[in-house]
């Protein structure tokens, strides 16, 4: 398999406390990946890591672009971006103000293909931009669910469909690897099993890797085909989802026993 994102002895020190400690992690093209642990385990700074929120304390992060590996730790979110890495957030993150449809089309405009010329004059460029980005916005909210409702406020739609316009607009942003962080996070089962069937299609159609972090244990074990199991900052465990049922330092860390 073709390695897509390689993390090399990753840390990141707030003050005395390491938050994230020495993690090394190659991560493939077209992988569902699962990123578990229980809480304050770090996994949510690991993710700010690699998207740019955070600047690594020490170590690498690598991302294979058109062939070649380029080193983004340290990048700004919008360029990290532009390079393929796209994500959602633990706490929703929508202009709840503006539309459904708004929301993703907001996402698109750094592949707009107009300038600021084009947009005062209302050229012919400028015209075709925005109809593609409408088209393309669309197509996205119809993925998702959520094209009939592409005029409400995103503010009015109910909790679980926020989650997936936020995966829509993360989407809208063409990325090769999606990062999802909780994209269960109070759902029932019923929109948990929806979801699921909805982030493989997602990765199959668009040829997506997709990392997420995730509590409900039953998503994880079900959709994703690798697992890796931070604890204090450290990555105690990496395997199939059968492996990590059966390691003992999983299990140690979840139940709090000794090995």
Not at 2 to 13: D, I
Not at 114 to 122: H, K, M, N, T, W
Not at 174 to 188: R, S
Request: aromatic share 8%; glycine share 8%.
């Amino acid at each position: 398999m073709e390695e897509l994102l390689k993390v090399t002895g990753l840390s990141k020190h707030f003050g005395g406390l390491a938050a994230v400690s020495g993690i090394n992690m190659e991560i493939n093209r077209g992988e569902l990946i699962g990123l578990i642990g229980p809480n304050g385990a770090g996994k949510t700074t690991f993710f700010n890591l690699l998207t740019g929120v955070y600047e690594p304390s020490e170590g690498l992060i690598e991302l294979t672009v058109d062939g070649k590996k380029q080193q983004i730790g340290g990048l700004k979110p919008y360029k990290i971006t532009s390079l393929g890495l796209a994500r959602t957030f633990q706490n929703i993150r929508l202009f709840k103000s503006m539309t459904v449809l708004e929301n993703v089309k907001l996402a698109m405009h750094k592949n707009a293909g107009y300038g600021v010329f084009s947009a005062l004059l209302r050229t012919s460029k400028y015209y075709n931009a925005e109809r593609w980005i409408e088209e393309k916005a669309c197509e996205y909210l119809s993925e998702v669910g959520l094209y009939r409702k592409r005029n409400e406020l995103a503010t009015n739609l109910p909790y679980g469909e926020q989650r997936r316009l936020e995966i829509a607009r993360a989407l809208a942003a063409q990325p090769t690897i999606l990062f999802l962080d909780e994209p269960a996070a109070g759902m029932n089962p019923q929109e948990t099993d929806e979801l699921t069937a909805l982030i493989r299609h997602l990765r199959d159609k668009y040829n997506l890797t997709i990392v997420l972090i995730e509590h409900d244990m039953s998503l994880v074990m079900n959709l994703c085909e690798r697992i890796f199991v931070l604890n204090y900052g450290q990555l105690i465990a990496s395997g199939t989802p059968e492996e990590i049922q059966n390691n003992e330092f999983v299990i140690s860390a979840y139940l709090g026993e000794e090995v």
